[in-house]
Structures are given as structure tokens and as C-alpha cells.
């Protein structure tokens, strides 16, 4: 920071009110106070971090490469069996498989219905404000009471839309919405839309709203069609909202466990088996905190690689 | 207890050196003071009723035994100074609550849990030695030996009943009288059984034979296996390492279950049914006959003519599952005579007969079988004889190869019978090679 001398001070430029607090001999101790006072505003986040992120995180890390059962203790190392049994499991390979999938089937569904939302709600019309909190509204149902409210929905034997649509006419036997690999997913990806296309909605639509008037209006006086604007002026001008909530949706996909612990229980016959409910088989089924927290190591690992590349992405976007 | 979790080297020891100190000193500070606390585990004798001085004593169980449980502490805090405080955690949870419990030495005073995962506790020592104070017991030989079975290891009991839990068979008579069969004459053969689910299946009009939980281990273990073993066979070798599920009595057991299927008489959700709403189908009256637990019998409704029955093998013979809880003192607690009290009492003459009983559920003593109530309902009297003929399997790894639903035996029976269960042999060394993980 430029300090200025109080002897070039002129009467256009009128000494500071307390020269002597800006006089170099007092900048070294003015500095170090203000270094305690950054350091007293950091530590609480930093005390909490350290606590519930970074002491967890090593303690997982040494979990990882000692045998430790969960009812009896650590039992000394057992690196690299850890990684080497987890991945050995034959779950293994197919919950990757899956999760991916899950991830792009509901990436491309969430996002694509999330934009449609929010353009239809993005002028301020009669209404406007009415659709955007029912389309935000399932946003304020926790993920497992939405899937426990949607496994009674689909349920043959209780539910009610089953019945609904034999009474409609439109099935002849009760339909069983979690009873194939296919229809678990697609019952699954539907619980997720309508429990999140609200929120990411509410992203898009504040990128919507940061995009300025005049561009559009220039455009549609240059006789550019919708379709025209949407391409070369919407989705470039929204890409950083867009980034962000890619980053959100795959992050929060490759992470899924609620929704499947609830709705499938990684069935029919292992066909919806997620990458973390394999750490909670390892763990609470199989009583090895061991290998849980290697696949868990495994699965950091992932994300943050996966992160890396999408934040390259969004600052790219962000540049240009 | 064996150490569980903590750091290694310095800190480690350090930890382990300070815990053990406090152990130490909290347990001359507990002998000292005479209040009747003891130290966990010791194994002490003590007189078969315990202390009851007015102590306050935790206790978990899980949600699936939760009205008995809760009647059983209900009774003994009105007629005790001793106060339990009961916690009912999620059936589905319960495992990881122990086991995280366990690792921060923070267990309850008392713990049930569903006898199959008894061995897993009993073998990491989670629970006191109470095989003094059992054997003191005047009815000692009566009590459900295969959960007292259950809870041995290595020639010491650690755990008694709690809340037992048989699987039965229940049919609808009055389904059974319009499909022209003798509702006195429940199956006493898997073809009986089969011969008569598809008479009340062709009934119609939404009536359906049979119900199973197809998407459910523990229901197939709890409901499949006495079949098994009504018909001469077993399921697990002695130590639990090994299944002998693909044996040609077991492959007749899922032959009639994929037949049934196959015809479609089974009521529908049975290929979906994880569990969670398998006995909530027979209440409705449109089941003609389907295996249920026992525990389930007080909770019919009043205006449906339900006898119980046996579950029998392919040709003939009876057994059960015993499951249900089994309850016992933490190896942590420092109020084990306190907490025996409770367990003692809830083995008595009165607490099986006037709360367990009352409540039509199954008395934990052979002796008792025939009491005031059972007598009321001879169902009762039938359910409460099974209990000397039943089995509760013993495997360390139980949970996880039967229990999980991503487990190999869920695979196996799925495979059995929504399948062509062509896999069976290959099914069954998964599940041993699970079993002996």
C-alpha cells in the first residue's frame, strides 16, 4: 500500500487526519496487529475446518491403510490389501458402472428440465412468482423424506399410484416401479428431478437474470429468431450458472446414497448399487471401517479430480 | 472389551494408557463406595434377582420389537425403584449404532439385539459374562435354549430372550371354508401347503394363494429355513463357515415357492417386497396361507379368522425359526446388578405371563408354554410348544451374507425363484465363502 510522505501534502491534498498512524515507523507493529486481527477472524473457520474436515480426513486416511473392524479395533496395517479387497469385490466394477450412468442420465434430465424451468419463469409476468416457488418447493423436502414419501408412492403392495393407473385403465396388472434394473432407475431419476430441478432452477435463473436486457434487444432488432438468441446469446452468457451447477449435480450424482438406500436398496438383484453404498455395506454390513474408508479415499480421489476438470472449465468460461 | 477405535503410537498409547487409568480408578471408586455398582464383565456371582436400588439404566433395542420391549420396561419401571430409559433405534441402524458405540465405549447399560447378531457381539466381547447369575436362575433350563445358544461363546453365556420371535404359519379360514377346505386342517406337508394356497388362489376377485418377502433376505431365512429343516436338513455347518443351501430338500423348498410365482399365485409386490410391508398383506384378508412372525398374531384384526400353524417340510415334519432379540449387559456397564434385576425379572413367573403373554407374544421358557393366557387361545399354546423344536442358525458373519440386501444369499433366493435356479451351486459357495470371510 502507498504510504504518502505528510511534507508533500498541498491544498488540494490536505494531510490525513492522523499522520502519525501512517508514518512508516509504526507500519511494521500496525501490520502485525492487523495480522492478529486476520488471524482472530480465520480461526474459528479454521478451528472448525481443522476439526470436521481435516482430522476426520486424516484419521480416514490412516483408517485406509489399517485393518479395522469396526467392533474390535485397528488390528495394525493392512495396506494395500484394503484397496486391493474393495475393488476386488464384485460389486465393485458394476457400482462404478452405475453411478456413472446415474450420474449422466440425471445430469442431462436435471439440467435440461432445471433451464426449461427457469425460462419459463424468468419474466417477471402475472405469476411468475407463484411458479417459482411451487417448481422450488420439493427443494424444501430433505432427499430422505422424499424418498421414503416415493417408495410409499411406488409401493405395489401399498401404494397408490399403481392402483391409480389400473383403475384408469391404463395397465391391466399392479406396476412394479422399483422390480426391474430399468424402472429402479428411472423411478429413482424421477424422485431426484422432482426433488432438485427447483434448486438448480433457482441457479439458472439468477444467470438468466444477470444476462442484460439490451443484448437481447439488440439482437431481436438485428431480426435474430428464438432459437438464434437462445444458441448465441442465452447459453454462452449463462455458462459460468450453468458450470456451477454441473459441478453441483455430478458431484452431488457420484455421491448418491439416500435415495437409493431408501427407494431400491441397491436392487433388484444389485442392479442399483452405488459407489457410497458400497462404503456403507463395507462398514455397517461388513464391519470393516478398513476398506469402507479406502473406497472412500478412492472416491475423494475421483471427486477431486473430477473437480479440478470442471473448475478449469468454469474459470475457461468465465474468461472468455 | 477389546480396544476399538484410536490412534496408533504415542498418542495411541497415551490414550489407551489414560483410559485404561480411569478404568482403573473409576472401578476402586465404584467398589469403594458401596452403592452397588460392579464392574462390567467380571462375571461375579451375584444372587439371581440382582439389585434394585433405585438406579437409573439405559437400554437400546430396535424398532422391530419395540412394543415389547416397551411393555416389558413399561411394567418393570411401575413395579421397580431401578428406572430403565429405553431407546428404540431403527431396525436397519442398529448394527452401525452398537458397532460406533462400541468404538467410543459408550454402549447403553443394556442392549438387545436380534439374536442372529448376537455371536458377532458376543465375540468381540460387548457384552458381560452372566453365565453365574443365569445359571442361578431356578428356570434356568427353561429358557429358550437357542437363544441361550446363540449367546455362548466359548463356554460362558452372555445374553438371555428378550423378545421372541417364531415364524409360523397363518392362514385365513375363512378364505379356507370358501375354497371348500377344512379350516381345521392347516398344511402338514409343503405339498399340503401348496395344494391348498392354489385352491384359495381360484377364488378371484383379488384373492390371492400365498405371500412371501421376495426382495428380502432375512424374510427368506426366517421363513425358508424351517422348511429346510423340517425336512431332515441343515442349512449352516456347526461353526457357521458353511452353507448347505443347495441340498435337494432346499432345492424342493424353492421349487414349490418358483411354482407359485410362476402360476402367479402369489399376491403381487412379492419379486419388490424388501421387507418393510410383508406382513401388512395378510390383515387384509386376501391371503389365503403365508408364513408370518409369531409377533404378529396380537396385532390382527379382531374380525379375521386366522389360525397358526407349523411350518412345515416337503414331506412333513415342523420346525421354526427362532428369532426375535436377546438382551444383555454391556461390558462397559458399572450397573450390572442393577441391570440384571431388570433381565431377571423380565424372566419371571409374572413378567412373562402378565406382560409377554398378555400381550399374545411368545413366552422365552418352555415351562410357561401353557399359561392363563395362551390357554385363552390354543394358537398361542401351538407357537409357544414350536420354541423346543426351533433353531436360531449360528453364523459370525450372519448380517452380513443373509441380512444385506446386497448380500449373496438375497441373490441366491431371488435367483431360486423369480430365476430358473440353474445357479445354485455356484449361489451356494458364494454364500459360503461370505459365511467364511
Known amino acids: 500500500m502507498h504510504v504518502k510522505a505528510p511534507d508533500r501534502a498541498t491544498a488540494e491534498h490536505p494531510p490525513p487526519t492522523r499522520p502519525a498512524d501512517r508514518s512508516p515507523r509504526n507500519a511494521a507493529p500496525r501490520r502485525h496487529s492487523r495480522r492478529i486481527q486476520g488471524l482472530g477472524y480465520a480461526a474459528p473457520t479454521a478451528v472448525f475446518v481443522t476439526v470436521f474436515f481435516l482430522l476426520p480426513l486424516l484419521l480416514v486416511g490412516q483408517m485406509s491403510l489399517d485393518d479395522w473392524p469396526l467392533l474390535a479395533g485397528d488390528q495394525g496395517v493392512n495396506a494395500p490389501e484394503n484397496y486391493t479387497d474393495v475393488m476386488d469385490s464384485p460389486l465393485f466394477w458394476p457400482a462404478v458402472r452405475f453411478t456413472l450412468l446415474y450420474t449422466a442420465v440425471v445430469t442431462v434430465v436435471l439440467l435440461g428440465l432445471a433451464l426449461l424451468l427457469a425460462l419459463l419463469v424468468q419474466e417477471s409476468r402475472p405469476g411468475a412468482g407463484f411458479f417459482r416457488t411451487v417448481y422450488f418447493l420439493p427443494g424444501a423436502v430433505g432427499l430422505a423424506s422424499a424418498s421414503l414419501l416415493f417408495w410409499g408412492l411406488y409401493s405395489p403392495t401399498t401404494g397408490p399410484l399403481s392402483r391409480i393407473l389400473e383403475h384408469l385403465g391404463l395397465v391391466d396388472d399392479p406396476v412394479s416401479f422399483l422390480g426391474t434394473p430399468t424402472s429402479a432407475l428411472l423411478s429413482t431419476v424421477f424422485l431426484v428431478v422432482w426433488k432438485f430441478a427447483g434448486f438448480y432452477m433457482l441457479i439458472l435463473l439468477v444467470g438468466l437474470q444477470r444476462i442484460p436486457h439490451e443484448v437481447y434487444e439488440a439482437a431481436r432488432m438485428d431480426g435474430a429468431s428464438r432459437g438464434q438468441i437462445f444458441r448465441s446469446i442465452t447459453l454462452p452468457l449463462l455458462r459460468p450458472s450453468l458450470a456451477l451447477s454441473l459441478l453441483l449435480c455430478v458431484t452431488g450424482s457420484l455421491l448418491a446414497f439416500d435415495q437409493f438406500f431408501v427407494l431400491t436398496k441397491g436392487g433388484p438383484d444389485n442392479s442399483t448399487v452405488t459407489v457410497v453404498q458400497l462404503i456403507y455395506r463395507e462398514a455397517f454390513q461388513r464391519l470393516n471401517l478398513g476398506t469402507a474408508a479406502a473406497l472412500s479415499i478412492l472416491v475423494l480421489g475421483a471427486l477431486l479430480l473430477l473437480n479440478a476438470l470442471q473448475f478449469r472449465g468454469l474459470r475457461r468460461s468465465d474468461e472468455s | ?437
Open chain 2, 1 to 437: 472389551m477389546g480396544s476399538t477405535t484410536g490412534p496408533r503410537g504415542p498418542v495411541r498409547r497415551l490414550a489407551v494408557g489414560a483410559a485404561a487409568f480411569l478404568a482403573a480408578a473409576s472401578l476402586i471408586t465404584a467398589c469403594g463406595s458401596g452403592d452397588g455398582d460392579s464392574a462390567g464383565g467380571s462375571g461375579r456371582t451375584a444372587d439371581a434377582k440382582g439389585v434394585d436400588d433405585g438406579a437409573t439404566l439405559t437400554m437400546w433395542t430396535r424398532a422391530a420389537t419395540r412394543p415389547q420391549s416397551e411393555a416389558l420396561v413399561k411394567a418393570y419401571n411401575a413395579s421397580h425403584k431401578n428406572k430403565i430409559e429405553l431407546t428404540v433405534v431403527p431396525t436397519d441402524d442398529y448394527q452401525a449404532k452398537v458397532g460406533a458405540a462400541a468404538g467410543s465405549h459408550d454402549l447403553p447399560d443394556l442392549f438387545a439385539s436380534d439374536v442372529v447378531f448376537v455371536p458377532n457381539y458376543t465375540t468381540s466381547k460387548l457384552f458381560a459374562d452372566l453365565t453365574e447369575r443365569i445359571d442361578a436362575l431356578p428356570f434356568a433350563a427353561s429358557l429358550a435354549q437357542s437363544h441361550i445358544k446363540a449367546g455362548t461363546y466359548e463356554g460362558r453365556k452372555y445374553v438371555v430372550p428378550h423378545t421372541l420371535d417364531l415364524s409360523v404359519l397363518f392362514y385365513n379360514k375363512d378364505l379356507y371354508r370358501k375354497a371348500a377346505l377344512d379350516p381345521e386342517k392347516p398344511p402338514a406337508t409343503l405339498a399340503d401347503w401348496d395344494r391348498q394356497a392354489r385352491a384359495v388362489d381360484a377364488l378371484g376377485g383379488g384373492v390371492d394363494g400365498t405371500f412371501f418377502g421376495g426382495n428380502c433376505g432375512g424374510c427368506g431365512v426366517f421363513t425358508w429355513w424351517p422348511s429346510i429343516w423340517a425336512g431332515g436338513e441343515e442349512v449352516l455347518n456347526k461353526e457357521g463357515t458353511g452353507a448347505n443351501l443347495d441340498s435337494a430338500t432346499a432345492k424342493k423348498v424353492y421349487d414349490t415357492y418358483r411354482g407359485w410365482v410362476k402360476d402367479d399365485i402369489v399376491a403381487p409386490g412379492a419379486r419388490d417386497e424388501t421387507g418393510a410391508t410383508w406382513t401388512g398383506v395378510f390383515p387384509k384378508g386376501k391371503v389365503g396361507v403365508m408364513p408370518m412372525p409369531s409377533t404378529t398374531l396380537g396385532l390382527m384384526p379382531k374380525n379375521l379368522d386366522l389360525g397358526v400353524a407349523p411350518i412345515p417340510g416337503p414331506d412333513g415334519g415342523r420346525s421354526t425359526f427362532v428369532g426375535g432379540d436377546a438382551v444383555g449387559v454391556s461390558a462397559t456397564s458399572r450397573k450390572v446388578d442393577q441391570a440384571w434385576n431388570f433381565l431377571a425379572w423380565s424372566l419371571g413367573d409374572e413378567a412373562q405371563v402378565n406382560v409377554v403373554a398378555a400381550h399374545k407374544d411368545v413366552v422365552a421358557r418352555t415351562d410357561l408354554a401353557a399359561n392363563k393366557y395362551s390357554a385363552a387361545d390354543p394358537r398361542l399354546v401351538a407357537i409357544n410348544q414350536l420354541v423346543a423344536d426351533g433353531r436360531t442358525p449360528y453364523a459370525l458373519k450372519f448380517g452380513q451374507t443373509f441380512n444385506d440386501p446386497n448380500g449373496p444369499w438375497l441373490s441366491m433366493m431371488r435367483d431360486a425363484v423369480f430365476g430358473d435356479g440353474a445357479s445354485l451351486e455356484k449361489d451356494n459357495k458364494a454364500v459360503t465363502a461370505s459365511l467364511a470371510d
